[in-house]
């Protein structure tokens, strides 16, 4: 085993060590989710913690690692008699984004459990991770499912796994890290609120503290155990200063007038539910006990505060992380202590901003107006990009619920909530033999293929003879997610009348509907005399809108070039990720300009993307009471629907739902 990076040698990073420091005297903080940038020492500081946190006592022999004073009555591998146990180090289990549900709340052997009525279990990742640290690097693209049970397991303190009735039950109660890069994409709004702490990391912009990172890290890969060695007292310390401040933890007293504080400061950022208030309240004592004090203060609430509101603050992806400090230090000295009263003190009585705590970078805040919408657009005959006829950006129009856009037929892609696929979770359509490890039996299936058997077997008992051929693996049908690519027209004819606020608001709509639905997006603009990929495909819906509220408008409209471009993009994509399917949403009025036959270039482009099955949809931005009739044309040369920006809206009068037709879907449609 490779030895860990100290802890102590971390250079900076001042909140993310606190956070994880804090959950470490107090596990019932409710762990940490650490967003940043690649290359800022993440992974490395959650690995290192677990080499500071204090020895665990287990039951001997206990593949769940019961606590020999205390064992799980419903352990697996019990009963256990209460007595003494053997220490061992406590556990840091890491998750892979790509493990299998049985990897992760473990196996039971079907085949046993039927003819034998054996339950023959298999702990998975949970049950090595009990009374130590899950850690998840990239907890952002860790599928649905898995995201699922972690809910479960966090809620409950306990896994259970079933499999056609027959259970097994184990506790699970685990320090829950995870740490993700913004720019791939945002966590589920239920798994996000299960993080007690959040930290925003950032590699340093100083020079001397980045030579020093480096000279440390060159330090460590030469001689790992050296370097390990040089910091052994600092390590040391802190060790002892954690069962120190858990010692300690019992005997904090958080006085009513800091719970004042907290549930006004909750109050005062509108956050949801109880949870804040009390990951709050736990995280302030926990502060009290590190700094070696019985006493929460006011300057314990306001840091606790700052780790434990920030992600519960969101209220849709695009919301901008962090808290306005002057909100919160107003709110603290408003709902101060005052020795009883009713009335708060005006003198004072807010935090001091001392105690050591280092102060969090409040991150960026919401970008606000931005730039003013522009009077009438100039024609289509100005220049492209930079050109006398580019307008500034406008800011998008509110965001709307939008109607379900799907892909026809049955896909096998990602995990989502978009089109109809072959899942490993859903509704059961059927049945087929195992390829590889059975995770979902279909029993009547499986006792169908094995009762023409029974006599050859040699049956006598009640019981029925099953072999490993007769098992059956239930087929279900469930939802996918989709590559949703953005086709958006920015040309002056869409800057005409200052429709532009409304279009960008129609497609931020269709973003955070992307984002709800577990979709990659994409972004193509078009406008001047080209096309322009805005955004590769990713799963950062926030980028997507970050570039979409900086777009400006102007210039022709070659439609064809903004087609061409996205059958490029889709090709690309195609060889990355060939199991997703694809969603073309066009954003355009229709109109083509620019170039020789800039129509004709746009029929034909359009049925390229026909020919090879894209399903799409064209978003028509037509106005006004003279109507060409464009989009529509365009739509039915893409072999897909045009649909109204009022058409659009979930509640409008023309339906529900709307799928998408178009030649892809009918071609994968699996019977």
């Known amino acids: 085993m490779s030895t860990p990076y100290p802890f102590t040698a971390l250079v900076g990073q001042d909140d993310l060590r606190l956070a994880l420091l804090l959950n470490a005297v107090s596990p019932a903080v409710g762990g940490v989710l650490v967003r940043g940038e690649k290359g800022t020492a993440k992974s490395t500081a959650v690995r290192a913690l677990s080499a500071l946190l204090p020895e665990v006592d287990v039951v001997p022999g206990c593949r769940f690692s019961c606590a020999p004073g205390a064992p799980d009555p419903s352990c697996p591998d019990g009963p256990h008699e209460a007595g003494g146990g053997v220490a061992r180090a406590a556990r840091m289990v890491e998750l892979p984004v790509g493990a299998s549900e049985d990897r992760l709340v473990g196996a039971l052997d079907i085949e046993r459990a039927l003819a034998e009525g054996v339950k023959a279990f298999e702990p998975g990742l949970l049950a090595d991770a009990h009374r130590g640290i899950l850690y998840v690097d990239e907890v952002n693209l860790l ?31 685990f320090l829950l890290v995870g740490t993700m890069n913004p720019e791939e994409g945002e966590l589920r709004p239920q798994l996000l609120d299960r993080f007690g702490l959040t930290v925003e990391v950032s590699a340093s912009r100083e020079p001397d503290q980045r030579v020093e990172v480096v000279r440390r890290r060159l330090a460590y890969d030469d001689d790992p155990d050296g370097f390990a ?51 709050m309240a736990r995280t302030a004592t926990a502060l009290a006990a590190w700094a070696g004090r019985e006493d929460v203060l006011a300057e ?32 603290l000295e408003e709902f101060g202590e005052n020795d009883g009263d009713d009335e708060p003190d005006p003198d004072g009585g807010g935090p001091d901003g001392g105690g050591g705590q ?27 990009a930079g050109g006398a006829g580019e307008q500034q950006a406008v800011r998008a129009g509110e965001p709307f619920r939008t109607k379900v856009l799907s892909v026809p037929g049955l896909g096998e892609g990602a995990a989502g909530r978009r089109s109809r696929a072959r899942t490993e979770h859903g509704r059961t359509t059927g049945a087929r033999r195992p390829r590889g490890a059975l995770t979902k039996l279909h029993l009547a299936a499986t006792v169908q293929a094995a009762a023409p058997h029974q006599r050859a077997r040699g049956r006598s008992g009640r019981g029925l003879v099953v072999r490993r051929d007769d098992l059956r693996q239930a087929t279900r049908e469930g939802r996918e997610g989709n590559l949703v690519l953005f086709v958006v027209d920015a040309s002056g004819s869409m800057a005409a009348r200052q429709r532009m606020s409304a279009v960008k608001g129609a497609v931020l709509s269709l973003l955070l509907d992307a984002y709800q639905r577990r979709d990659k997006v994409g972004l193509v603009t078009f406008r001047g005399t080209g096309a322009d990929v805005a955004l590769p495909p990713t799963s950062s819906v926030d980028a997507a809108a970050a570039r979409l509220e900086s777009l400006p408008t102007g210039g022709r409209t070659p439609l064809a070039a903004g087609l061409l471009r996205a059958h490029e993009v889709l090709r690309v994509e195609r060889l990355r990720d060939p199991a997703r399917r694809p969603l073309v949403i066009v954003v355009t009025d229709g109109r083509a ?15 390229l993307l026909a020919a090879e099955g894209q399903a799409s949809v064209v978003v028509d931005c037509e106005s006004g009471p003279v109507r060409l009739g464009l989009a529509g044309q365009l739509a039915g040369e893409l ?33």
Not at 364 to 383: H, L, R, W, Y
């Open 593 to 607: 300009t620019g170039g020789v036959e800039p129509v004709a270039q746009a029929g034909r482009a359009a049925r």
């Open 358 to 384: 280092p102060p969090q970078d409040s991150g960026p805040e919401q970008s606000g107006d931005g730039a003013a919408a522009t009077p009438e657009a100039a024609d289509d005959g100005q220049p492209g």
């Open 143 to 173: 599928h649905d499912h898995l995201v699922d049970l972690l809910l479960d397991a966090a809620a409950m303190g306990a896994s259970y796994v079933e499999r056609e009735g027959v259970s097994v039950r184990h506790a699970a109660r």
């Open 229 to 279: 060695a040089r910091w052994g007292d600092e390590e040391g310390a802190v060790r002892g200063r954690i069962v120190a401040a858990r010692a300690l933890l019992p005997r904090v007293r958080l006085g009513d007038g800091a719970l004042r504080q907290i549930a006004a400061t909750c109050a005062a950022f509108e956050v949801d539910g109880m949870r804040a208030d009390i990951v």
């Open 300 to 331: 314990d609430v306001r840091q606790a505060a700052l780790l434990a509101l920030p992600h519960r603050r969101r209220r849709n992806p695009f919301d901008a992380p962090g808290l306005d400090e002057d909100k919160l230090d107003e709110t």
């Open 639 to 671: 072999g897909g629907t045009a649909v109204t920006l009022d058409e659009l809206r979930a509640d409008s009068i023309a339906g529900l739902v709307k799928d998408v037709q178009g030649s892809y879907g009918s071609a994968r449609r699996v019977a």
